[in-house]
């Protein structure tokens, strides 16, 4: 069943275009999310390291791709590679530092890394915009053919795309032998360090590569709203990622993908039915996940499996 629940998560998106015509920006947006859950995913689910900097690289990713438009070529896909670009060597210079420490360090150096990178965006207001916001961005048709429109159809079709892509590449990664080898690494590094395996520059890559990851969702981001602010670098934001992760699961691609939607959804519901108490709603979903299932709602079908085989050999 497991093999086949990409192809239902794209199949959704894909409904969900013809079902919600009017509500693409919103269903862009969590596709965006996805993407940086995806990276989170990689960084923590697989290779273990606690971060609540996610942001940072999301940030950079956005302003280099927005500055790259503005300045050097509107290309979509080179805006891409400017954003994963700056979201790797961010990850690669902050994770050198980041990675040789441990526990709760790692976790305040991450936060401490986005928190400089927004104050140094706020105070380079000649070239970021400031509080203002990156502002004149103005993206070519995609591939030279596909125009950004104003409803957001071309913008829902290529942040799919982009995710699915991506969905891809972890998903051999996560089978290849860096990919065990970093599932090693969380389990018991001081093991995986006995049989020979260079424990921190396998950290180091899978920083980096989560990075890169974070640098398009928010290259994306920059693209297809054409603007960047301050916000791209908050706190709020590497936090309810890694809500995000919990809910659907660490260490499944799909779990991250079904965690952000759920949140997502959830929040919008929530905040458009009562704009002052939407939070209840939100902490009341979190705890029954964390409580009742604590591997996310990736487990919830052997969770009822269980539930119901408990339930028949009672009966029996």
Known sequence: MGRFVPLILLAVAVGLYFLLPYNLAFLTRILIMVLLVLSLDLVLGYAGIATLGQAAMYGAGAYAAGLFAIHVWADPLAGLVAGAVAGAILALVSGLVILRAQGLTVIMLTIAVAQICAEIANRARDITGGADGLRGIRMDPVLGLFEFDFVGQ???????????????????????????????????????????????????????????????????????????????????????????????????????????????????????????????????????????????????????????????????
């Open 154 to 316: 071309v913008g829902y079709w290529y942040a799919l795309i982009v995710v699915a892509v991506i969905f891809c590449f972890l998903m051999v990664l996560g089978r290849s032998s860096f990919g065990l080898s970093l599932r090693g690494i969380h389990e018991s590094p001081a093991r995986m360090g006995a049989i020979g395996v260079s424990v921190y520059w396998r950290r180091v890559a899978a920083y980096t590569i989560g990075g890169a990851i974070a640098g398009i969702a928010g290259a994306l981001t920059a693209q297809i709203t054409q603007l960047v602010s301050l916000e791209t670098f908050a706190f709020v934001l590497s936090a309810e990622a890694l809500i995000m992760l919990i809910l659907g699961g660490t260490g499944r691609l799909y779990g991250a993908a079904i965690g952000t939607f759920v949140f997502m959804w959830a929040h919008h519901t929530a905040a458009s039915n009562d704009p002052f108490n939407w939070l209840f709603v939100i902490g009341a979903m979190v705890l029954a996940v964390v409580f009742l299932l604590p591997k996310g709602l990736i487990s919830m079908p052997a969770a009822l499996t269980q539930i119901f085989k408990g339930g028949r050999d009672a009966g029996t």
